[in-house]
């Protein structure tokens, strides 16, 4: 047996010794209902959920303290330096803050009480992102005082809301986080068992549009068939969206590219997605590229008048809340004006149309030519006993690209402990506990490697 193999068996033992605890920590973690929005959860819970996570990091040597950001949120910040003169210093990145449970009559299980079932671990937050909490805690914990690593550590209480509140503090403290590598763990796997690095978030394009065709509502029998329907103008609108294949139109944006990392099975994003039988899957390019290398447009949200208790009435004025995810390589400066442009030229009848900015949020790339990704690679292999993969992800996390502004030098590396089968953000949430105690042996073997690779 080698050396890195007996180092990566003595790791994996004592994560699996610390196993029971990070399960009763995760269930007290998750039975804080740190949900960031005042309008729906006591704010005192997201508190509760700051001060838990600076204890546990104190207890391992930070000096972890409260940060309150622009948004009123509390981030956990702290370092842990080493001795050695020449260390390298990462950055361990998580967020506390959750997304509301939705509908309690969906789930299976109480969302903030940490139940197990199938092998699997249930609860809102499990997976995104207190899970991820965990596997620094783990990971640390098996490693002790044996580190040759300068840490620093953040956790961030609205990364769910969006508000940017840990996006200006960066700004604002910036060697406060400077480091040569940051483990931004608030992504995972391509399936149990799988290890990944994602390495591509798509951007997004958040707009409102409204349209007007009458000063108000009319009798359908009486004006019907000659006066302009809101609706069904919208209706239009947001059919000439997609082609007939499903492929998103918008005139200006590359709906050719190919995803060149991970293919995602078919199969596997049926069941994944929850497909029903016989709906087709959407676009022209394999399920990667309509994931991660072409634009996509969805429709949130429309105001229209309910089907119980409607009136036999034209609607005068409707509206509609639309997400486009771009890319990397197509800006949201371009994509909001090709966007803008496609409503405007399918609004028909010379209905009255506006376009409101909800949001934007840039794509990012990752560099993977440097030694931490060289490093982490090696390391999740050696944890999981399978090459780690390259994925893309849909969703956008904007403080990346504060992060590479920032600190241009730094490798950023996404990982984490979800994969598909987790549900984050919907009923039902889970993590695979094998994916936790896998991620955080990856993640000590890696702080062990990296310390000692050359720069």
């Given at each position: 047996m080698?050396?890195g193999?007996?180092?990566?068996?003595?790791l994996g033992?004592r994560v699996a010794e610390?196993?029971?605890?990070?399960?009763?920590?995760l269930?007290?973690l998750v039975?804080?209902?740190?949900?960031?929005?005042?309008?729906?959860f006591?704010p005192e819970e997201?508190d509760?959920a700051?001060q838990w996570v600076?204890?546990?990091?104190?207890?391992?040597g930070?000096?972890?303290?409260?940060?309150?950001?622009s948004?009123?949120?509390?981030?956990v910040v702290?370092s842990r330096?080493?001795?050695r003169?020449?260390?390298?210093?990462?950055?361990?990145?998580?967020?506390y803050?959750?997304q509301?449970?939705?509908?309690?009559?969906?789930w299976?299980?109480p969302p903030?009480?940490l139940?197990?079932?199938d092998?699997?671990?249930?609860?809102?937050g499990?997976a995104?992102?207190?899970?991820?909490i965990?596997m620094h805690?783990?990971?640390l914990?098996?490693?002790?005082?044996?580190?040759?690593v300068?840490?620093?550590?953040v956790?961030?209480?609205?990364?769910?809301?969006?508000t940017g509140?840990?996006?200006?503090?960066?700004?604002e403290?910036?060697d406060?986080l400077r480091?040569?590598?940051i483990l931004?763990c608030?992504?995972?796997n391509a399936a149990v068992?799988?290890?990944?690095a994602?390495?591509?978030?798509?951007?997004?394009?958040?707009?409102?549009?409204t349209?007007?065709?009458?000063?108000?509502?009319?009798h359908?029998?009486?004006?019907?068939?000659a006066?302009?329907d809101?609706l069904?103008?919208?209706?239009a609108v947001?059919a000439?969206?997609?082609d007939?294949?499903?492929?998103?139109t918008?005139?200006?944006?590359?709906n050719?590219r190919?995803?060149?990392g991970?293919?995602?099975p078919?199969?596997?994003?049926?069941?994944?997605?929850?497909?029903?039988?016989?709906?087709?899957?959407?676009?022209?390019?394999e399920?990667?590229d309509?994931?991660?290398?072409?634009?996509?447009?969805?429709?949130?949200?429309?105001?229209?008048?309910?089907v119980?208790?409607?009136a036999a009435?034209?609607v005068p004025r409707?509206?509609?809340?639309?997400?486009?995810r771009?890319?990397?390589?197509?800006?949201?400066?371009?994509?909001?004006?090709?966007?803008?442009?496609?409503l405007?030229?399918?609004?028909?009848?010379?209905?009255?149309?506006?376009?409101d900015?909800e949001?934007?949020g840039?794509?990012?790339?990752?560099t993977t030519?440097?030694?931490?990704?060289?490093a982490?690679?090696a390391a999740?292999?050696e944890?999981f006993?399978?090459p780690m993969?390259?994925l893309g992800?849909?969703?956008?996390?904007?403080l990346?690209?504060?992060?590479t502004d920032?600190?241009?030098?730094?490798?950023?590396?996404?990982m984490?402990?979800?994969?598909?089968?987790?549900?984050?953000?919907?009923?039902?949430e889970?993590?695979?506990?094998r994916?936790i105690s896998?991620?955080a042996?990856?993640e000590?073997?890696?702080?062990?490697r990296?310390?000692?690779?050359?720069s």
């Amino acid at each position: 047996m080698d050396g890195g193999t007996e180092v990566g068996t003595d790791l994996g033992a004592r994560v699996a010794e610390l196993m029971p605890r990070a399960k009763e920590e995760l269930a007290e973690l998750v039975a804080i209902r740190s949900v960031a929005d005042p309008r729906q959860f006591p704010p005192e819970e997201c508190d509760r959920a700051a001060q838990w996570v600076l204890d546990r990091f104190a207890s391992l040597g930070f000096d972890a303290r409260l940060a309150r950001t622009s948004d009123g949120s509390n981030a956990v910040v702290g370092s842990r330096p080493c001795a050695r003169a020449d260390a390298p210093t990462v950055l361990l990145y998580a967020h506390y803050d959750v997304q509301p449970p939705l509908d309690d009559d969906a789930w299976e299980t109480p969302p903030f009480e940490l139940t197990e079932k199938d092998g699997r671990w249930y609860g809102r937050g499990t997976a995104d992102c207190k899970g991820n909490i965990l596997m620094h805690l783990l990971a640390l914990r098996a490693l002790g005082d044996d580190l040759e690593v300068n840490l620093k550590l953040v956790v961030e209480g609205s990364e769910e809301q969006g508000t940017g509140g840990l996006e200006g503090f960066v700004v604002e403290n910036p060697d406060l986080l400077r480091a040569d590598t940051i483990l931004v763990c608030d992504t995972g796997n391509a399936a149990v068992g799988r290890p990944a690095a994602t390495v591509s978030l798509r951007g997004m394009v958040n707009v409102v549009v409204t349209v007007e065709a009458l000063a108000s509502e009319l009798h359908s029998g009486m004006f019907g068939g000659a006066a302009p329907d809101a609706l069904a103008a919208l209706i239009a609108v947001l059919a000439a969206l997609r082609d007939a294949d499903g492929n998103t139109t918008v005139e200006g944006l590359d709906n050719t590219r190919r995803w060149e990392g991970e293919p995602y099975p078919p199969e596997q994003f049926r069941s994944d997605a929850g497909l029903l039988d016989g709906v087709r899957l959407l676009g022209d390019g394999e399920v990667s590229d309509m994931l991660w290398a072409r634009p996509a447009v969805t429709v949130l949200g429309i105001d229209c008048p309910p089907v119980v208790g409607s009136a036999a009435a034209i609607v005068p004025r409707t509206a509609a809340r639309l997400n486009l995810r771009i890319p990397p390589g197509l800006t949201p400066e371009v994509a909001l004006e090709a966007l803008t442009a496609h409503l405007r030229a399918a609004a028909p009848w010379g209905v009255h149309m506006t376009v409101d900015v909800e949001a934007t949020g840039s794509p990012f790339q990752a560099t993977t030519d440097g030694p931490a990704y060289r490093a982490m690679g090696a390391a999740m292999e050696e944890a999981f006993g399978t090459p780690m993969v390259s994925l893309g992800q849909g969703g956008s996390i904007p403080l990346c690209n504060v992060f590479t502004d920032t600190y241009p030098d730094a490798e950023i590396i996404l990982m984490g402990v979800e994969e598909p089968q987790a549900l984050i953000h919907a009923p039902n949430e889970s993590v695979d506990p094998r994916e936790i105690s896998a991620m955080a042996l990856a993640e000590a073997l890696f702080l062990r490697r990296y310390a000692a690779a050359p720069s």
